[in-house]
């Protein structure tokens, strides 16, 4: 809410102080900058193998898991005749044979996630659970972890698997972290246990949504308060003359 500057009559050493004051809020009140990791990134080839680190816009993308292939970038066909994802046509990250990543941005600056479209892709088993695997999302900054979640990955309607998305607005508890972590752990039909020890847990995940801290730019209602001071300035400027 916008303070009501003080009437010109008081004098411009008052109207003064309410600008500068303004000035000083549109500087300290940084915007917030949205950006979303799509992985449409030309790649010279699609395959990302365990301690690869791959710059996607403003992004990094580093492949982990055990030594080897550990994931892929592309569509469907990165898929390798699993059981990709049916709703969606554009590139995405698909983890693969246990493995998981890391993402962050490039430069190292901290941020928030506010959402991510993630799905299980199938490995050809007979059945699956209604919940296919367990996705954990885990946070990081430079003391360790600051946040860690597990959501639920569903399994196929009829035989076809489908990116879900999923809010992560309250992820972190309002604090920023540098590093994110994607692990899947498959569950099994029949069975209480979910784990990622048989390569099965496979996950695809695309349009992941951060928010950065940006000092540059100043919100609207910053440049709205700096407004008003030159305004109430000028207005008694006039009443002096």
Known sequence: MLRKFPSPRRGFGRLFNAMAVAAALCAAAPASQAGVLDFETPLDMPFVFAGDVIQMGNYYVEGAGTAGLVGAIGGNDACFGLQCPANNATNYYSALDDGYLFFGMWDGSAFTLSSLQASFIGTGLPSYPSVAALLEITAFDANGIVDDIFVALNGPTGSTFNFATYDLSGFGNGASFTDVRLASFACTAGSTTCDRSTNQAQFAVDNIV????????????????????????????????
């Open 210 to 241: 951060t928010v950065s801290a940006a000092t540059d730019v100043p919100e609207p209602a910053s440049f709205a308060l700096l407004g008003l001071g030159l305004l109430g300035l000028g207005a008694a400027r006039r009443r002096a003359a």
